[in-house]
């Protein structure tokens, strides 16, 4: 029998599992169904099951996932959840790992909150080059929100009470509802009219749904344009919406966004004592320091004895001036002592003796001259001979009836040869 075609169960399943892992397809999966056998574990980790009227799949959501949730998870709910499918190898069970999970109905509504996120992103909506800095204090303060509710009475209350002397200017707006969304754009809009420091955008808390028109493209568009630095103040801490990306600051809450609106009062005069006495420090350092400094002045060896200063540079002077008159006197001394030398040199009392010897020098050179001169040797009795202008070197280079042309110290002749003679 071959035992290497059996398997074991390992091998099996961690063959399963690679290709459960490696199949594109399973990496992501949305399931909608309900959830049943649900347990918290005390690590933090959810286990139960998703199930539908045919069929059922064990589902783990770990702590990281699900710490992120809005809602808890109870027997019976109806999810939508997205994650990946592999498989368990201790049982060899086959489960989805979620990595977030919906209250079904609410579906839609994520994926027009994700849809959009996404393209106002790329568009640069959300980045912080764009993002006005919120002034440090601020003396207008706008409030785009519902005219009643503990919204604006908490932003106004907060106010007032760390920065009293601040106004703030209401822009009541509906803020929930079909029409919420225009009419938040028409405040904001409004509120740019004015010359306001920071303007605050928001509202309570409430469901996903009542939150909504702060997640309207129009709305997000109008914090976007605005000229007055936004903060975005929608519902709870864990509540986001599309205005708090695209604000130029997100706060909390409400409350949250008064406070960062303003400065509190009394760190204010905190801050402002604390710089008075350090600015009395200094003046009085200052004080002193310019005291000890006049004193050193007036106490000076020069201040007490003006005269020594003056001395000293009298007594510099008068070295200074005694080299000048040295260096004039010896410059003076020695130019004499040259032109004296000048006057009695041989070549001004005798110039002709310098003339002599280049006349004799001259001389030397006409003679050398004159003794290479061709003409001084045609005195002596010789002559040169040319045919067509070419001197004539040897016999060889006359033939009969050439013509020669015989040049004399005093003269030229022309001949015409009958016959030569040939040395022998």
């Known amino acids: 029998m071959d035992n290497n075609k059996y398997l074991t169960v390992e091998a099996l399943t961690k063959y399963l599992k690679y290709k459960f892992d490696s199949d594109i397809n399973l990496k992501t999966v949305y399931l909608r169904g309900e959830i049943s056998n649900f347990k918290a574990h005390t690590t933090g980790h959810f286990y139960f099951s998703i199930k539908d009227e045919y069929s059922k799949i064990n589902a783990i959501m770990f702590s990281a996932q699900n710490k992120k949730m809005q809602f808890r998870p109870t027997e019976g709910m109806k999810v939508l959840v997205r994650g990946r499918i592999s498989i ?14 919906l209250e079904d109905g609410l579906g839609n509504l994520h994926i027009a909150f994700e849809q959009l996120k996404e393209k106002l992103s790329k568009e640069g909506l959300f980045d912080d080059s764009h993002k006005l800095p919120i002034p440090k204090i601020s003396n207008r303060v706008g409030v785009v929100t519902a005219a009643t509710g503990a919204a604006v009475k908490d932003i106004i209350t907060t106010i007032k009470r760390r920065f009293p002397i601040c106004e703030v200017f209401l822009f009541p707006s509906l803020v929930q509802g079909e029409n919420a969304a225009p009419d938040i754009v028409k405040k904001i809009e409004q509120a740019n009219d004015f010359d306001l420091d920071v303007l605050i955008v928001g509202r309570g808390g409430g469901s996903i749904e009542d939150l909504w028109p702060f997640n309207e493209e129009i709305v997000a568009r109008a914090i976007f344009n605005s000229r007055i630095p936004v ?13 708090d990306f695209v604000a130029d600051l997100r706060a909390p809450t409400p409350t949250a966004a008064a406070e960062l609106a303003v400065p509190n009062i009394i760190d204010l005069n905190h801050r402002i004592d604390q710089l008075t006495i350090r600015l009395n420090e200094n003046i009085y350092k200052q004080i002193n320091y310019q005291k000890l400094f006049l004193d050193s002045i007036k106490n000076s060896f020069v ?43 041989n070549i001004l009392l005798n110039p002709v003796n310098l003339y002599k010897p280049k006349q004799i020098e001259l001389n030397n050179i006409i003679s050398k001259l004159e003794l290479l001169n061709p003409l001084s040797i045609l005195k002596r009795g010789y002559t040169l001979t040319y045919i067509n202008n070419t001197i004539v070197k040897s016999i060889n280079d006359v033939n009969k009836d050439d013509e020669l042309k015989i040049k ?11 016959g030569k003679e040939e040395e022998k």
């Open 231 to 243: 903060i975005s103040a929608v519902g709870h801490e864990i509540d986001y919406t599309i205005s």
């Open 408 to 418: 004399f110290y005093d003269g030229e002749v022309i001949a015409k040869v009958n």
């Open 303 to 345: 201040i007490k004895n003006p005269m020594i200063m003056y001395e000293n540079k009298q007594q510099k002077l008068d070295n200074i001036l005694e080299k000048i008159y040295s260096l004039i006197s010896y410059k003076v001394e020695k130019n004499k002592v040259l032109l004296t030398n000048l006057k009695n040199n």
């Open 88 to 101: 368990y190898e201790a049982t060899g069970n086959y489960q989805i790992y979620v990595d977030e999970m």
